[in-house]
Each structure stands twice: as C-alpha cells, then as structure tokens.
Nanobody, 123 residues
Framework: QVQLVESGGGLVQAGGSLRLSCAASGRTFSNYDMGWFRQAPGAEREFVAAMPWSGGSTRYADSVKGRFTTSRDNAKNTVYLQMNSLKPEDTAVYYC????????????????WGQGTQVTVSS
C-alpha cells in the first residue's frame, strides 16, 4: 500500500507560479511511475503530466507543455509539479497518482491516489 499526500496548492494571480509536492509513504516509491491529474468542477479528471520510475521520458498534456515541469526525488519519496505562467483555466483540484498499470494518460491506470490540493488562478 502507498499513501500519497499532496501539498502546495493555493490562490495565485494569472501569470504566477506554484509548486505542488506529492509525498509518498508505504511501499518502495522509487519503483512506481507517477502521474499528475487535475479535476475542475463538473469535469472529468484529466491528465497533466507523468514520469516513469526512472525519472526520464516525462509526458505532458498539450495544455501545460512549456509551463509545467514534473520531477521526482526518490531519496525524499516526493514528486513535484512546478507550475509557471498559470492561467485561470488551470484552476482545479490537482491529484498525484502512483503505480500506473497501463497508459499514463488514463486516470484508471493508477492504483494509488492522494486526496488532492486546490489550485485557484484568478484573472
């Protein structure tokens, strides 16, 4: 079992930055592919970014490419999502997922989820 806890969300003006963290505990974190998703009110959970256990070959949604960067520190059992040039349409609850069994782009592939952290971007 893996427990995930997201943090770092908040209220920011358009054009600002936030860094989200996802701290993992439980089983060996370094073995897991990790993903970030977000969910706005009334919308489905959508893919934001993903990173394999090795830390290479990250993937991003087109809507965040060039603005968001994900990274991981296996020694700290933590994954990060650096979000720059934030836009009002980035407003959502952001979730990290662990242990993808299938396509990184699908939320159904991930076995473990955190509780989410709210990001609100004002115009």
């Amino acid at each position: 079992q893996v427990q995930l806890v997201e943090s770092g969300g908040g209220l920011v003006q358009a054009g600002g930055s936030l860094r989200l963290s996802c701290a993992a505990s439980g089983r060996t974190f370094s073995n897991y592919d990790m993903g970030w998703f977000r969910q706005a009110p009334g919308a489905e959970r959508e893919f934001v970014a993903a990173m394999p256990w090795s830390g290479g070959s990250t993937r991003y949604a087109d809507s965040v490419k060039g603005r968001f960067t994900t990274s991981r520190d296996n020694a700290k059992n933590t994954v990060y999502l650096q979000m720059n040039s934030l836009k009002p349409e980035d407003t959502a609850v952001y979730y990290c997922g662990a242990d993808a069994r299938g396509s990184w782009y699908s939320s159904y592939a991930y076995r473990y989820w955190g509780q989410g952290t709210q990001v609100t971007v004002s115009s």
